[in-house]
C-alpha cells in the first residue's frame, strides 16, 4: 500500500495559482495516481489521473487550467493549478486509485 502526503495548498485570489504535491510513501514508478476534491458539502470528486507513462486525464471543468505531473525518482506527484476559480475551493488529496488510503489532504481557498 502506498499513501501520499499532500501539501502546497493555501489562499488564492480567483484568476492566482497553485501547485500542490504529493510526496508518496513507496515507490510509484509501477502506479497510476489519482487527484481528487472535496468541496463543503460535495462529494469527493476525480480531479485528475496520471498514467505510469505520464498521460494524464482531467474532469472537465478544469481541463485546460490544471496540469498534473510525476517525478518517479522522487516519489512525487503534482498538481499545477492555474486561473482558479472560487468553485476549485475544496480539500484536494492525491490517492493511487486501486488502493484505500487517503491522506489528509491540502486545503484550497479560492478568495477574493
Known amino acids: 500500500q502506498v499513501q501520499f502526503v499532500e501539501s502546497g495548498g493555501g489562499l488564492v485570489q480567483p484568476g492566482g495559482s497553485l501547485r500542490l504535491s504529493c510526496a508518496a510513501s513507496g515507490s510509484i514508478s509501477s502506479l497510476a495516481v489519482a487527484w481528487y476534491r472535496q468541496a463543503p458539502g460535495k462529494q469527493r470528486e476525480l480531479v485528475a489521473l496520471?498514467?505510469?507513462?505520464?498521460?494524464?486525464n482531467y474532469t472537465s471543468s478544469v481541463k485546460g487550467r490544471f496540469t498534473t505531473s510525476r517525478d518517479n525518482t522522487e516519489n512525487t506527484v503534482y498538481l499545477q493549478m492555474n486561473s482558479l476559480k472560487p468553485e476549485d475551493t475544496a480539500i484536494y488529496y492525491c490517492?493511487?486509485?486501486?488502493?484505500?488510503?487517503w491522506g489528509q489532504g491540502t486545503q484550497v481557498t479560492v478568495s477574493s
Open positions: 490517492k493511487v486509485p486501486s488502493m484505500n488510503l
Open positions: 496520471i498514467t505510469t507513462g505520464g498521460h494524464a
